[in-house]
């Protein structure tokens, strides 16, 4: 049978008297697309967020490459990468220096060829000759350099916090095949967040739908019908 | 449209409504607006007290005062390094990013405290050309007992800077006034520009737990009497020593308190 590469048994946060999710259980396997689905406030981002590491699930445990997450944090945050539409790169640096921090941070080696890799594939090279800093960028292209930080490790497994969420449906759909590409070519594991179900569809290989911190379908994309009626 | 072209009373009102609100939502305004001027009253009530008796009165009071100025502001500065860069982060909203690198939380801290160095190296640079070039202030004056005065001030200034970041990673940037505020509440107690002796008993057993009152008092100490008091220097030493680690140890628990807050994520 084959192993999952992220693990959660019996999660649970709770932040004084709310409960954000209950008891929520969920293996994700290597080399999918998995989408976590949900209307706005039902705990995606706080669930990506235990996944990462940055919140304590109040019970529950975090497999992540069979380990667990509290106990080998440091080695799984050194194979996984995230980003997100809640997150920005330093605004008063540029495009480069941001990179070059988090590259001498994974510890890469030769981190300007690959540097000059990602910027090449998400579009950014005449940006990084101009020096732009990332205050000055739009949201597409803020979006897409946050996708390069998150390879910069050659992770095994890239969380993605809806991160279209601030972007025009074109913008969106680019950074979506850009994501499918990566996917392609690199074969990761992608844990996905979203509230846009087309978006899901599109991508995703399985699905969980989740709704007032409980998960209340999950499958295959192609296997859950009128998922729309669930919102 | 004729009533656009006059001042509206009704405008006026909700904007100056607005003003207010916004201020009294905002804490560090608040602090800045009733606490600072309470500061700044008896930092220089106690320093006139202080200039004004007889044995106080010397020729080496430029000396003193610029050199207490300078090296106060190591300490501030050393503070606010530590602290604002971990807001710039914030601000940024780049600091989630950080923390799903495999940093860890000391690597976190010493990476700031080196950083302030070099930072505070260009600050105290610049006080000196300028201390020298218009008051002809020589720090030399210090001479070897300059170093331990320095590092002491600095670890201090870390100590604070380091409980600062703690309060910004659990509560977030609504306690950004502690950043701009706490070397200043405790600026009245550390006897910068005056001696111990001039505070009224209550003060004064802040100023004993405080080691930044010990090196002022030596500083006065070297430059009046040309006496070095060793174990101010050591009883300093010591309680920055302890106050290093409290802080560090402040840090990791409130570092905790925010990943189970769920407020780590947000910041």
Not at chain 1, 217 to 231: F, R
Not at chain 2, 196 to 208: A, D, N, Q, T
């Amino acid at each position: 049978m084959k192993k999952p590469i992220i693990e959660i048994q019996n999660l649970t946060k709770r932040f004084k008297n709310k409960t954000v999710f209950n008891n929520i259980n969920l293996k994700v396997y290597s080399g999918e697309i998995f989408g976590l689905l949900g209307p706005n406030g039902s705990g995606k981002t706080t669930l990506i967020q235990a996944l990462l590491g940055t919140i304590k699930p109040s019970k529950g445990t975090i497999k992540i490459f069979d380990k667990n997450l509290e106990k080998s944090l440091s080695w799984i945050h050194s194979k996984i990468n995230s980003a997100s539409a809640y997150s920005n790169l330093q605004k008063q640096l540029t495009i480069m220096e941001n990179l070059l921090t988090f590259a001498g941070l994974y510890g890469i080696e030769n981190p300007k060829q690959k540097i000059n890799q990602l910027i090449k594939f998400f579009d950014l090279k005449n940006y990084v000759n101009q020096k732009t800093k990332v205050i000055n960028l739009s949201s597409g292209e803020n979006t897409r350099l946050l996708l390069c930080k998150a390879l910069i490790n050659d992770p095994k497994i890239l969380f993605l916090d809806e991160p279209t969420a601030s972007l025009d449906p074109n913008i969106a759909r680019k950074v979506q095949n850009l994501i499918l590409k990566v996917h392609k070519q690199r074969s990761l594991t992608i844990f996905y967040t979203s509230h846009n179900l087309a978006e899901i569809k599109r991508l995703c290989t399985r699905i969980a739908f989740l709704k007032k911190g409980k998960i209340i379908k999950i499958g295959p994309t192609t296997a859950l019908k009128k998922l729309a009626k669930l919102y | 449209m004729k009533a656009l072209n006059y001042p509206s009373y009704q405008r006026i009102k909700t904007l100056t409504k607005y003003y207010i609100l916004t201020s009294m939502h905002n804490k560090s305004r608040l602090f800045i607006i009733i606490l600072w001027p309470i500061i700044d009253l008896f930092i220089w009530g106690f320093t006139t007290l202080y200039l004004i008796r007889p044995e106080s009165q010397s020729s080496f009071f430029l000396s003193l005062t610029l050199g207490s100025f300078i090296l106060w502001n190591l300490t501030i500065k050393a503070q606010q390094e530590i602290s604002c860069q971990l807001m710039e982060d914030v601000f940024s909203q780049n600091f989630n990013n950080l923390l799903i690198t495999p940093l860890k939380k000391g690597e976190i801290l010493i990476s700031l405290i080196i950083s302030s160095i070099v930072k505070l190296f260009l600050v105290f640079s610049f006080l000196l050309f300028f201390a020298s070039l218009f008051y002809s202030f020589n720090i030399l004056k210090f001479s070897f007992w300059l170093l331990p005065f320095f590092a002491n001030l600095l670890i201090f200034g870390w100590s604070l800077g380091i409980v600062a970041s703690g309060f910004i990673l659990r509560f977030g940037l609504k306690m950004d006034f502690i950043t701009w505020t706490l070397a200043f509440m405790i600026q009245p107690f550390s006897c910068v520009f005056y001696s111990r002796s001039i505070l009224p008993y209550s003060f004064k057993i802040v100023s004993w737990l405080l080691p930044t009152s010990y090196i002022f008092e030596g500083m006065r100490k070297i430059i009046l009497e040309q006496n070095l008091s060793l174990f101010h220097l050591y009883l300093s030493f010591s309680l920055n020593i302890l106050y290093l680690i409290c802080a560090c140890l402040f840090f990791v628990f409130m570092f905790n308190w925010a990943k189970k807050s769920g407020n780590l994520a947000k910041i």
